[in-house]
């Protein structure tokens, strides 16, 4: 179950999803193949039911898809059980939301280390690594505030800390910025392109943002379950110019 | 205006949507809840109002109509009084009576007989009374022959006799046999002692009784126009010092003591019951509530009112409550079935009606305290919620954003627990039927108040948790923290039960203890003859003299020690008088071994002192060195107090005397029971002395390690009903647990669902459900252990002023560890359905809260 360092963070082949079933059923994913190498910020653009968190849930095996396979880091997750499958994503696969969906009844240090301490690990021993995270993001010396105490921007910084901590071959993340000014929604961008660069993680960014395409290698668009564009971001763009 | 306008139909729909939808467990937990406070309540109110209206109407069934009677207790009164009182001024008629209790030999059952005079013009009227569908041939036959009896027809069926048959019976003078003359219908005296009663001209009563010449008591009716009280004081003149002038009824008894302290325990419960089953409904309802937020806020959105939302949700708790009482109550009737034999046991201890069954009987008192535990509850649980709804507006079914985490608080100060422990110091000085409910309640406030500063400790050694129980020991208790509230009444409710089943724990083996050391300081090396069944001496069966003169002589038998057990009036109550042979007592240590000044006491007895048992000195007021005044045939006598010993006969108490004194002042018939001694084996002399009494007077010999079995088997029925009783409050801890657990799961789904995107596995969410529900039980365990300890001891004192049972404190170590098991297998029972239910979240239902 551990991800094999040579292959994509992503691949996806010929994924369906369909909801409902007969004349109302209501095709979420068409067919769609993706593959997204390490180190890669992929951004999914596409309109509301293009798909888009259809594809995030199947991505991070949360749904399986009804036809087709999703490996990430070489595992493919429609092998897994629940369990199993809970278990890789703690270590492989980081998700970060919307509306941070931090723990309010955590402090900060315990939010970020939860996978890991879902994994058995204590708190002593992931104390180091927390805190070099934080000080990496920002947020140097807050690991005893309450969640709930941050502002909006630090919560999502304490999100993404969150999605970092185990080292995933993967995040995943779902309108990140959707919740911020769009001051603090391109220092959360800037982020990850960062990150992206520093730890080899790659980085597939569900958004509405067209500002994001500027920070991304990739920028993929949706529409209707299937793939209408899959071409370089303005940041690789600039780069191959 | 859509509100109103819709409010009926709307609100039924959303009613039965609400009940029947996506609260179905937590309506059956709440129903639940309600009807095992309601069955817990009802039914020790109807097994106690059973055993209270045997007693009343017994009371009032042999005591007739006659206002005024005389009397000095089961001693009797002189015959030769009944004419003086006849002759005093202002007296219409006057007629003595007589009572005992006979064992049918062919029902093996005891038998009450009631003696009046059946010729008595004035008793005679009285008696019509009660005669009503009695079949009599011939009055005057019955009063012709000495043995004939009026027998009701209950009886007489039992018994496979009829009329014109002949009855065999054991009295106090051996085997006798009766002719059934008549047989008395279902009604007026044939009702009392559940109508093992029968009727004799008290004359025949008196050589049946061996007790010629004298009465229990002399029922007076007045003339026509004078003045009770007047003739109250007059006849108290003539009968001075030999008997007293009462009202019947007026004075209280053991059973009616003993019942009423019965009762007083109902109530108690009866509010630990409905606090309970309030807050399951307050969990219930609030839960209900955060469910259904956005509902609401769209409901106020589209222009329900805040009533109609209000009505909504007390509408829920109407519903919860109706079908709760009704189950209530049924299962209450079904419960007071099986407490019945072990009120009656209790009853019959200190009152010795043996086998004599209850009816149990719903009430509209019954069904009034159902409704008032059943609704008055729920109601009070949905109030908190019903406002809480009424204030949602549509801005609050916004997707939720975070939840601040509320600020830490710093343990409660040594000030909160000196208050708590001041203000019990202070209640020392209440009774203790106050002083119980209101340490509990104190130790309730007291348990949720360290809730959140316990939840905020634990949170502060989550690394030591986390070590502990690797994956998830960092979120121990994070569930219940989010739910403060609805834990600390949680913990208050648990603690509660915890404390009154090991309050009641400790009182049973409290009394199975010194029952045990009673009974088995008692008869060291001796065998005890009865004719009733040991410990049942209140039967009043005697062994006949003749009996007793056979037992002394039977070869091998060293020494006898006799007792003669009889009432007496002592300041307008019914007391025990207890003879025995003080200095054979003495010499075999038959008397309170080992109890302070046992030696110097007894030599007082054989000089003519009393001694009082120490619930009698306690409920008089009486010491060492007082004088009591007693009643006699040849009028007041005083008596000195040489001092106490312990005994367990009930709340009114026992004055102990040598039987020689007894004999100077009251006549006596027999012995009540008596001890033998022999030098060594005592089986041959036993089987020696059963063919000396032709085995023919239905005796019982019983030793001491067999009366220590009896105790047992007593204790047995004392343990039942605390069973029983515990059993009920543990139920209602694993529904409060259950339910509390639930409303978390449902309140913190999203948590939860985070959880299991950021990783956790079903099976480790299940385990933090149980993890917290150990928590809960084990800090519920511990508060509740404290105060059952510290609400034992008016528990006691309860014992020692209703019961007359003056208790050794005594824990039963193992028994109070089996009941910590049991609460937490209860609790942790009760989490499995929550974690099976948060096993089932699945992490895609992240998607519905972004």
Redesign the interface.
């Known amino acids: 179950m551990s991800a094999d360092p040579r292959a994509p963070a992503v691949v996806a082949e010929d994924v369906c999803v369909t909801y409902g079933a007969g004349d109302s059923g209501v095709r979420a994913l068409r067919a769609l193949s993706l593959v997204v190498p390490r180190a890669q910020f992929v951004v999914v653009r596409g309109r509301s039911g293009s798909g888009k968190t259809t594809l995030l849930h199947v991505v991070a095996g949360l749904r399986r898809p009804d036809t087709g396979r999703v490996a990430v880091g070489g595992t493919e997750l429609s092998r897994l059980s629940e369990g199993e499958s809970a278990r890789f994503r703690r270590r492989h696969i980081g998700l970060v939301y919307q509306f941070f969906n931090l723990v309010p009844t955590l402090s900060v240090e315990h939010n970020v280390a939860l996978p890991l301490l879902l994994d058995g690990w204590t708190i002593p021993r992931v104390r180091g690594r927390v805190e070099a995270l934080l000080a990496r993001l920002g947020l140097p010396g807050h690991g005893a505030r309450a969640a709930g105490e941050l502002s909006g921007g630090q919560m999502q910084r304490v999100a993404i800390a969150r999605a970092l901590v185990a080292e995933p071959v993967l995040v995943l993340a779902d309108e990140p910025t959707g919740s911020l000014d769009s001051e603090t929604g391109r220092s959360v961008l800037a982020l990850f392109r960062e990150l992206c660069d520093e730890r080899g993680t790659a980085f597939v960014m569900m958004t509405h943002d067209l500002d994001a395409a500027a920070f991304a290698d990739r920028v993929v668009e949706l529409r209707d379950g299937a793939l209408e564009r899959d071409g370089a971001g303005a940041r690789a763009a600039t780069a191959a110019s | 205006m859509i509100g109103r306008r819709w409010r009926v139909p709307v609100g039924v729909v959303l009613g039965v949507n609400s009940a029947l939808g996506a609260n179905r467990v937590f309506a059956l937990v709440t129903v639940v809840a309600i009807a095992a406070s309601t069955a817990l309540a009802t039914s020790l109110e109807m097994s106690s109002r059973a055993v209270q209206r045997l007693a009343d109407r017994t009371a009032a069934a042999l005591a007739g109509d006659a206002p005024l009677e005389v009397t000095a207790g089961e001693l009797g009164v002189p015959e030769r009084l009944i004419e003086a009182i006849a002759h005093a001024p202002g007296v219409a008629s006057a007629a003595g009576a007589l009572s005992a209790t006979l064992t049918v030999d062919a029902a093996r059952v005891p038998v009450h007989v009631l003696g009046i005079d059946l010729l008595a013009e004035g008793a005679a009227g009285e008696l019509a009374a009660h005669r009503r569908g009695v079949d009599v041939r011939d009055p005057l036959k019955v009063v012709a022959r000495s043995d004939a009896v009026l027998l009701s027809a209950g009886l007489a069926a039992q018994a496979g006799v009829g009329f014109d048959d002949a009855l065999a019976v054991h009295g106090p003078l051996g085997a006798r046999t009766l002719h059934v003359e008549g047989l008395l219908a279902d009604a007026g005296v044939a009702r009392a002692y559940a109508g093992q009663i029968a009727v004799m001209d008290v004359y025949a009563l008196q050589a049946l009784l061996g007790r010629a010449g004298f009465v229990d008591r002399i029922e007076v009716v007045p003339a026509p126009g004078v003045s009770l009280d007047a003739l109250e004081a007059e006849l108290g003149r003539v009968a001075a010092g030999t008997a007293t002038v009462e009202r019947p009824g007026r004075h209280p008894d053991a059973l009616g003591q003993t019942v009423a302290g019965l009762r007083a325990a109902v109530l108690m419960l009866a509010g630990l019951g409905s606090a309970v089953a309030a807050l399951l409904s307050y969990a219930a309802l609030s839960t209900a509530v955060e469910r259904r937020l956005r509902e609401f806020a769209v409901l106020r959105a589209t222009g329900f009112a805040a009533r109609d939302v209000a009505v909504l949700i007390l509408g829920d708790a109407l519903a919860y409550a109706a079908v709760g009482t009704a189950l209530g109550l049924a299962a209450g009737r079904v419960l007071a079935g099986r407490f019945v034999p072990a009120m009656t046991a209790i009853a019959d201890f200190f009152v010795g009606s043996a086998a004599i069954a209850a009816e149990i009987s719903v009430s509209p008192g019954t069904v009034a305290l159902a409704a008032a535990v059943g609704f008055a509850s729920a109601l009070a649980g949905a109030v908190g919620p019903a406002r809480a709804a009424t204030r949602r507006w549509l801005a609050d079914a916004a997707?939720?954003?975070?939840?601040?985490?509320a600020?830490p608080t710093r343990l409660p100060g040594p000030l909160v627990l000196a208050a708590a422990l001041g203000a019990c110091a202070l209640l020392r000085g209440i009774p203790p039927r106050v002083r119980a409910p209101a340490e509990l309640a104190i130790g309730a406030a007291l348990a949720a108040s360290l809730v959140r500063p316990a939840l905020d400790f634990a949170?502060r050694r989550?690394?030591g948790l986390?070590?502990a129980l690797?994956?998830?020991g960092?979120?121990l208790g994070?569930g219940l923290?989010?739910r403060p509230r609805g834990t600390a009444l949680a913990v208050a409710a648990i603690s509660c039960l915890v404390a009154f089943v090991l309050g009641a724990l400790v009182l049973s083996a409290s009394f199975g203890a010194t029952l045990a050391a009673f009974v088995g300081a008692r008869y060291p090396g001796g065998v005890e003859v009865t004719a009733n069944a040991p410990l049942e001496p209140e039967l009043g069966q005697r062994i006949a003299p003749a009996v007793v003169a056979t037992i002394r002589a039977a070869p091998g038998v060293t020494d006898v020690c006799e007792r003669y057990l009889a009432h007496a009036l002592f300041r307008g109550e019914e007391v025990a008088l207890s003879a025995y042979q003080a200095e054979a007592s003495l010499r075999h240590r038959v008397f309170a071994p080992g109890h302070e000044g046992e030696r110097d006491t007894l030599a007082a007895l054989a000089r003519g002192e009393v001694a009082v048992s120490e619930t009698f000195a306690r409920r008089y007021d009486v010491a060492r060195g007082d004088e009591l005044e007693l009643p006699t045939p040849s009028g007041a006598v005083r008596f000195r107090v040489a001092g106490t010993f312990p005994n367990l006969a009930g709340p009114m108490g026992v004055v102990y005397l040598d039987l020689a004194a007894f004999d100077a002042h009251w006549p006596r018939t027999g012995a009540s029971s008596l001890l033998f001694f022999t030098a060594g084996d005592p089986a041959p002399v036993i089987a020696a002395v059963r063919r000396a009494t032709a085995d023919a007077a239905g005796l019982f010999f019983t030793d001491q390690a067999a009366l220590l079995e009896q105790a047992r088997a007593f204790a047995g029925n004392f343990d039942a009903l605390l069973f029983g009783v515990g059993s009920l409050a543990l139920c209602l801890g694993g529904v409060a647990i259950a339910n509390l657990l639930l409303g978390i799961a449902a309140a913190r789904r999203?948590?939860l669902v985070?959880?299991?995107?950021?990783?956790?596995?079903?099976?480790?969410l299940a385990a933090l459900v149980l993890a917290d529900a150990a928590l809960l039980a084990c800090g519920s365990i511990a508060i509740g252990g404290v105060l059952g300890a510290l609400v034992a001891s008016p528990l006691l004192e309860i014992m020692a002023d209703e019961f007359g049972l003056i208790l050794d404190t005594h824990f039963d170590w193992a028994r109070l560890a089996l009941l910590a098991a049991l609460v937490l297998a209860a609790v942790l029972a009760s989490a499995a359905y929550p974690a099976a239910l948060v096993r089932r979240i699945?992490?895609?239902e992240?998607?519905s809260?972004?």
């Open positions: 997707p939720e954003a975070p939840r601040a985490a600020a949170a989550r690394a986390s070590r690797p994956g998830v960092h979120l994070t923290a989010a999203r948590e985070l959880l299991r995107t950021a990783g956790a596995a079903p099976n480790q699945a992490a895609l992240i998607s809260f972004a």
